[in-house]
């Protein structure tokens, strides 16, 4: 990208700024998808209150994977949105995606500045707010570095999260057609990720601790913030790799995107 | 009547013709069974039963729920909404016969469709991996079957109310937005509503988001059937004449501001 | 100098499930600086696919093109910042913001110095009239306002190629008019050169010092508007539903076909008018109805095509 990231913020403040004329309409929507995740949240409280514990793990400290899965959720979505698979479609269909190329910008850039969604805060704020109040009750005492695991796990699970959003918008360049299948890996990845790892099978766990490593975004710094023991097959240095993992999926996301607009270049609409 | 008939059968083969959505579905139903099944393994490992509910039984609300996933929240709900705004849908309430009969015999075609081919297999399969509690007499599936499609209807006539919202505003989407939370808590989609504390749990009992997916799963493990396919139907009634108050106003407003 | 545009034995066969469908097949032509150059011919004939190619949005299958001296597909970015592009029937602009942020942001995207910005949207203001739109969201502007915006957009870099699909698409006669006299003033005063497509045989007509006229993937008329218009588009067909079956022999036109009570008569249009020809048929024969057809770039073309001799 030679272009000065500066266009990019302009290009997003445009955006918002279209938003922001219609204030009511926005709040409704951050405050839905806030109170959404509050009642994911308490859903579980309500489930395993009645159980008292699942994996050995107390129903607090699974709130807190709750709130980091939700917070990275919010986080990812605010950029990412634009590359859900339904919008990418519609680009191609609707030839928008031919005026986006016509730009002195590259494409991920502007697509994705194009569309930052603000509402999606509500989530990301909402799940923040979780992990806050469930790591009180869990009795987390609360150190610099236990905040800064918190931030890695939300940092790490919405830059993977991002990654497979853009490996699926390169896919709808090939396929044109929307993909279901990869609501299944966002948000059945981030779903799975907020019980305790060690409740799945190998086969599950494998998935998406190793190949789409949201899982082990969220759970191994986690397992530093509720000052728990991983289990044998995960030693506590492993949290030195959330990051460098995380980056590893993004760039493959990235190949996978440039790729699909590389198709879609050669392919014509 | 001819004419509702064929109104189903059309929606039927319209909602067959979405393969690769089928297939795509059928795999989101699937991962996230899974996942849910292996959370309620884990919290069973300690205990028989809570609330009343069993492993096996838990197990079933999972795939129940998997299964009738797409009835509920079907992804064209919006379509009504978009029609009346663009003006389309004026053509619908001008035509003879009636407008409401007409939308439910299309979309029960649709949701039978889905019913068949995404609910019928999710079940199956999951049947015969997993210890569910599935009724095994013929007289147990039919009532299974009628409370899936009594369902169906119920989903329809939400889907309509929430609709027809389009007909006096076009913040359509935000207004559903505010209480889908309630909703999606209430109706037992977050967990089963057996785990609520008691007197949320006798508040939501009685309310129309149960016919959705608690009365079947409470068919399928072995509650008294027809009490609770009674309490289904009691709701259709309830809702059609609902929705029969909505056309009318809606009726009168077009006629007043036009289309 | 070399030309600012290049195109030699350019190829585009798209994989469609029908098999492949070459939409372009072999063209050659160079435009100088300065150029203002028609693009014409029948939907579907590959003006299209011809100019993504040249934009850099599309690859092709065989072949060279350059613009400004870049290879488009492979230089997309560096090409983008030079050239300039407005389709008539999409936006460019932002729909929700008003007209003058769309302006700023265009200057902000192609890095115009804010001063120079100003100094060039101040005159685009007054040529294209926009001083009122400027606060307006582009969502409320009318089809021609819009177009005019979106052009002052499209030249607020002083790009040196501007690429036009269809700009006057859907335009009364005054945006037209005005749209026009923009298009030829900028091509004027600062020599940008401008390739046009359109089905408007008017557009061509009054701007264009060249045509290009492509059919099914081939460049079936290369030249001078000039020659053409002296060639096949100068004449009008009036036909005619004769009362009685009877022969009509109608001075100052052709009589070019002729079924049952209907005959086609073909004229040129600077030696003799319509009304004219009218007043002669009525004054010697009873007549049921009649209509008259212009030529338009389709049935040029198809004449070209056919290898018709000009009349």
């Known amino acids: 990208m030679a272009e000065r990231p500066g266009v990019y913020l302009r290009l997003a403040a445009a955006g918002l700024q279209a938003h922001a004329r219609r204030p009511a309409y926005l709040a409704v929507r951050t405050v839905a998808a806030a109170v959404l995740v509050v009642v994911e949240v308490a859903g579980v409280a309500l489930l395993l209150d009645r159980f008292g514990s699942v994996g050995g793990w107390r129903p607090a400290e699974v709130q807190v994977l709750f709130g980091l899965a939700f917070a990275a959720q919010g986080l990812a979505l605010v950029v990412g949105n634009s590359l859900e698979s339904d919008k990418v479609s519609e680009l191609v269909r609707r030839g928008t995606f031919d005026q986006v190329l016509t730009r002195p910008a590259s494409p991920l850039g502007w697509v994705v500045a194009s569309y930052v969604d603000t509402r999606f805060l509500g989530r990301a704020l909402a799940g923040a707010g979780s992990v806050v109040w469930a790591a009180d009750r869990a009795g987390v005492d609360w150190t610099p570095g236990r905040a800064g695991l918190a931030a890695l796990a939300v940092a790490c699970a919405a830059t993977v999260v991002f990654g497979i959003l853009m490996a699926a918008a390169g896919a709808t360049f090939v396929t044109v057609q929307g993909s279901e299948a990869v609501n299944v890996l966002v948000y059945g990845g981030l779903y799975l990720s907020s019980y305790p790892m060690q409740i799945y099978g190998s086969a599950l766990r494998f998935l998406f601790l190793w190949v789409v490593p949201v899982g082990l975004a969220i759970y191994v710094p986690a397992l530093g913030v509720l000052g728990r023991q991983g289990p044998p097959g995960l030693p506590g240095w492993l949290v030195w790799l959330t990051a460098p993992v995380a980056a590893a999926f993004l760039a493959a996301g990235g190949l996978a995107w440039r790729t699909g607009v590389r198709h879609y270049v050669g392919a014509g609409s | 009547m001819r004419s509702y008939l064929a109104l189903l059968g059309a929606g039927f083969r319209r909602q067959t013709t979405y393969r690769l959505a089928l297939a795509a579905g059928l795999a989101t139903n699937a991962f996230f069974g899974v996942v849910r099944t292996a959370v309620f393994f884990a ?6 039963q809570v609330a009343g509910l069993d492993v096996a039984g838990a197990l079933t609300y999972v795939w129940v729920l998997e299964g009738i996933f797409a009835v509920v929240w079907a992804p064209w709900v919006w379509e009504m909404a978009e029609a009346i705004r663009s003006g389309e849908f004026l053509v619908e309430l001008l035509r003879p016969g009636d407008p409401y009969l007409r939308l439910l015999a299309f979309d029960l075609g649709r949701t039978l469709s889905v019913l068949v081919t995404r609910t019928f297999p999710t079940l199956v399969v999951a049947g015969l991996v997993l210890d569910l509690r599935l009724p095994s007499t013929l007289g147990g599936l039919a009532w299974l079957a009628t409370s899936l499609v009594l369902a169906a209807v119920v989903s329809f006539q939400f889907r309509f109310l929430f609709g027809s919202a389009a007909f006096w505003t076009p913040d359509y989407r935000s207004m559903f937005l505010v209480v889908f939370p309630v909703l999606w808590l209430a109706s037992g989609f977050v967990i089963p509503v057996g785990f609520f504390p008691a007197g949320l749990r006798a508040l939501v009992d009685w309310s129309p988001l149960i016919p959705l997916l608690m009365a079947p799963v409470r068919v399928a493990t072995g509650a008294p059937a027809a009490l609770a396919v009674a309490g289904q139907a009691a709701w259709v009634l309830g809702l059609w004449l609902a929705g029969r108050l909505v056309l009318a106003a809606a009726g009168r407003r077009l006629v007043v501001h036009g289309g | 100098m070399s030309p600012i545009i290049e195109v030699a034995g350019l190829r585009k066969v798209f994989r469609t499930r029908r098999g492949p469908v070459e939409a372009v097949a072999g063209i050659d032509f160079r435009v100088e600086a300065g150029e203002f150059v028609g693009y014409a011919g029948p939907n579907g004939a590959g003006k299209s ?40 029937q999409r936006t460019q602009l932002w729909w929700d913001l008003p007209l003058r942020e769309s302006f700023e942001l265009v200057g902000h995207l192609y890095r115009v110095p804010a001063a120079n910005r100003r100094a060039r949207l101040r005159r685009l203001k007054e040529v294209l009239a926009l001083g009122p739109l400027l606060a307006v969201p582009v969502r409320s502007l009318s089809l021609g306002q819009r177009m005019r915006a979106e052009l002052a957009a499209a030249v607020l870099p002083s790009p040196e190629v501007l690429f036009l699909d269809e700009p006057t698409i859907g335009l009364d006669v005054e945006a037209k008019a005005s749209v026009r006299d923009f298009l030829r003033e900028l091509n004027r005063a600062e020599g940008t050169t401008v390739i046009l497509t359109t089905h408007d045989l008017d557009d061509i007509t009054r701007l264009c010092s060249r045509l290009m006229i492509i059919d099914h993937g081939r460049l079936i008329y290369d030249g001078t508007v000039e020659r053409l218009r002296g060639v096949y588009g100068t004449t009008r067909v009036l036909v005619v539903d004769l009362a009685e079956d009877e022969p009509v022999e109608l001075a100052g036109a052709v009589a070019v076909r002729a079924e049952g009570r209907r005959r086609w008569f ?13 007043a002669r048929l009525l004054a010697g024969h009873e007549v049921a109805d009649l209509t008259l057809e212009e030529p338009d770039i389709e049935d040029i073309v198809r004449r070209i095509y056919r290898g018709e001799s000009p009349p």
């Open chain 3, 266 to 278: 073909q004229f040129a249009r600077d030696e003799v008018s319509a009304a004219e020809l009218i």
């Open chain 3, 49 to 88: 696919t011809t100019v993504k190619m040249m934009s850099g949005i599309l690859l092709p299958s065989g072949g060279r093109v350059g613009v400004c001296g870049l290879v488009p597909y492979r230089e997309r970015k560096r090409l983008a910042r030079r050239m300039g592009v407005v389709f008539g």
């Open chain 2, 43 to 48: 919290l069973y490992r300690e205990r028989d």
